[in-house]
């Protein structure tokens, strides 16, 4: 008997590098994802196959151990690992995994077969964790199988999200909360298909920056901070230290906004804090790259765009664009149109509507 699990990708609308900083974040599913597919295999053997990459893997449950860096199936067998050093009882099981998600496109392609892969493992070997455990398993197997030191929202957002309806995530607490998404705007996202070689140092570099940033300020993390607090301790921090720390500061004030403008309908406003967030990704944050830069200025002369800004960890990938339900035919053409114009490329536009969760 065979079994199969998906879970979503997901796009960050706001929020920028804050789930590490034990900060506020709001994202949403999209409408494509990772399927998992397969059935148990006697004595601990497992079978893992990519129907995207046409790679297989094979090996033994008990001896498991990290493959070469970027090797696709790092993200299975990492999930295993942290599923069992969490008392879950595993035997073997052959999978099949098959995406419809772009890799390397911010969409967190990985976060989704993580997950995909622990809702598989549960079909076939049932086990109690709650979802916020299990999303930190998936956490877990990045942090150790892949050399990514992310946060959680990747992991939240795709096991927790709900259909027409942005997650936000204080991931201190790791209360979630589901904000209905009006239907007069959509979120388009556009590809740049720019990858980044450095990410995972680039993303691990940030992140130590971040946590550096609260320790000369005496702080837990830099969640406890403002940007008024961050101004007056100018002279306190080294120059590039202070400035990955306001773009954090600037992130959480600007999420914490956004959901208010979220409840009273005001995407204008809500428009307003993408391109904010943008510009602090270059300026502050300097996670950006000049394609992503591209396509955010492109958007912003576009009619009907009200917001634009780099969704996820950065240097590459893809922007996220909050656009008014009739334009969004025409802004998908125009700004695929400029892109091939100036890079000679088609990036993947991809108007999501919010999807719900994996299952
Ligand atoms: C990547 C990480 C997340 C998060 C974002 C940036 O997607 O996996 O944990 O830090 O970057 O917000």
């Known amino acids: 008997m065979s079994f199969s699990a998906y879970a979503p990708g997901r ?20 409408n494509r994802g990772t399927t ?13 196959r990519s129907r995207d990459l046409s790679e297989t893997w094979e090996g033994s449950l008990k001896a498991i151990q990290p493959g070469p860096a970027e090797a696709w199936y790092n993200y299975v067998l990492g999930v295993v690992e942290e599923l069992r050093r969490r008392q879950v009882f595993l035997g073997g099981f052959e999978l099949e995994a098959a995406s419809t998600l772009p890799i390397g496109a911010g969409l967190s392609s990985s976060a989704a077969l993580e997950a995909a892969t622990a809702l598989f493992l549960k079909k076939i070997y049932p086990y109690e964790l709650d979802p916020l455990e299990i999303a930190k398993a998936c956490q877990a197997a990045e942090h150790t199988y892949a050399g990514v030191k992310c946060g959680l ?8 999200a709900k259909a027409d309806h942005a997650t936000f995530i204080d991931c201190r607490s790791f209360e979630v909360r589901h904000l209905p998404l009006g239907t007069d705007t959509r979120f388009v996202i556009v590809n740049s298909g720019v990858k980044h070689a450095l990410v995972a140092g680039e993303y691990n570099e940030r992140r130590a920056s971040c946590e550096q940033a609260a320790h000369l300020l005496g702080k837990k993390a830099l969640r406890d901070t403002t940007t008024a607090e961050l101004n007056d301790a100018r002279d306190r921090l080294p120059e590039l230290i202070w400035k990955r720390a306001r773009h954090i500061t600037g992130e959480n004030e600007r999420v914490a906004q956004a959901v208010g403008f979220l409840a009273t309908g005001h995407m204008d406003a809500f428009g307003k804090l993408m391109f904010e967030s943008h510009d602090s990704s270059v300026r502050h944050f300097e996670n950006s790259c000049p394609e992503l830069d591209f396509l955010v200025e492109t958007a912003r002369g576009i009619t009907g765009c009200l917001g634009a800004r780099l969704s996820g960890g950065g240097f590459g ?4 664009n909050l656009v008014r339900a009739d334009a969004v035919e025409t802004f998908a053409a125009d700004i695929a149109a400029a892109y091939q114009n100036r890079y000679g490329s088609t990036p993947l536009v991809l108007a999501t509507e919010a999807a719900a969760g994996g299952a």
Do not use: C, K, M
Request: net charge negative.
């Open 11 to 30: 796009a960050e609308l706001l929020g920028n590098h804050t789930d590490y900083n034990d900060g506020l974040v709001l994202s949403l599913a999209v």
């Open 36 to 48: 998992v597919t397969g059935s148990p295999l006697p004595d601990n053997r497992i079978a893992l």
């Open 153 to 160: 929202l990747d992991q939240i957002s795709v096991l927790f």
């Open 317 to 320: 990938g893809a922007t996220i």
